[in-house]
């Protein structure tokens, strides 16, 4: 099974930050990867797919990058509506999600 | 539009089996394959498993495999999935997903069921 592994699990920012997460793939999975926002008492929401896609409707300071088996997901510039969870999956060999990074108010 | 309705919410004993059922609606729905995705309270996403509805293929997660059962009804356009032998950790909220087949993300969720198992 490819295991997917988040980082960090809980970030603290402000309004205006750069935001930075990271997914980590056990072995190559191209670049079929997508991100996805839920916030609390609802479904998750995709943002980006196969790494760099942005999904139709989702602000453009959402941006995603891979190298290699290390994807990213960046907010330029964090809005008040980004504060949620964030979740990577890959779907090169089924599905997989990683556990998971919050980001809270600082 | 594309709406995914599930079930309500179950509360269940352990060792009992749930059904949950998903109709969809605004789309074809052989065309799509159909996901489930829990939740336990606090925790993250886990993949259980997925149907093509156009043949009724099934591919289970390694950890609910014996476990889990998905189908479906093209006449009602309506996925289940019945998940056995419950036990006090599949509490969780069971989400139906929408995708696009092999090689794609999720793109549409259900509103979610909320399944608890007590005793």
């Known amino acids: 099974d490819i295991q997917m592994t988040q980082s960090p699990s809980t970030l603290s920012a402000s309004v205006g930050d750069r935001v930075t997460i990271t997914c980590r793939a056990s072995q190559s999975i191209s670049s079929w990867l997508a991100w996805y926002q839920q916030k609390p008492g609802k479904a998750p929401k995709l943002l980006i797919y196969k790494a760099s896609n942005l999904e139709s409707g989702v602000p453009s300071r959402f941006s995603g990058s891979a190298s290699g088996t290390e994807f990213t997901l960046t907010i330029s510039s964090l809005q008040p509506d980004d504060f949620a969870t964030y979740y990577c999956q890959q779907y090169n060999t089924y599905w997989t999600f990683g556990q998971g990074t919050k980001v809270e108010i600082k | 539009q594309v709406q995914l309705m599930q079930s309500g919410a179950e509360v269940k004993k352990p060792g009992a089996s749930v059904k949950v059922s998903c109709k969809a609606s605004?789309?074809?729905?052989?065309?799509?394959?159909m996901h489930w995705v829990r939740q336990a309270p606090g925790q993250g996403l886990e993949w259980m498993g997925m149907i093509n509805p156009s043949g009724g293929i099934t591919r289970y997660a390694q950890k609910f495999q014996g476990r889990v059962t998905m189908t479906r009804d093209t006449s009602t356009s309506t996925v289940y999935m019945e998940l056995s032998s419950l036990r006090f950790e599949d509490t969780a909220v069971y989400f139906c997903?929408?995708?696009?087949?092999?090689?794609?993300?999720?793109?549409?969720w259900g509103q979610g069921t909320l399944v608890t198992v007590s005793s």
């Open positions: 997903v929408r995708g696009g087949g092999y090689a794609f993300p999720f793109d549409y």
């Open positions: 605004g789309y074809t729905f052989t065309s799509y394959f």
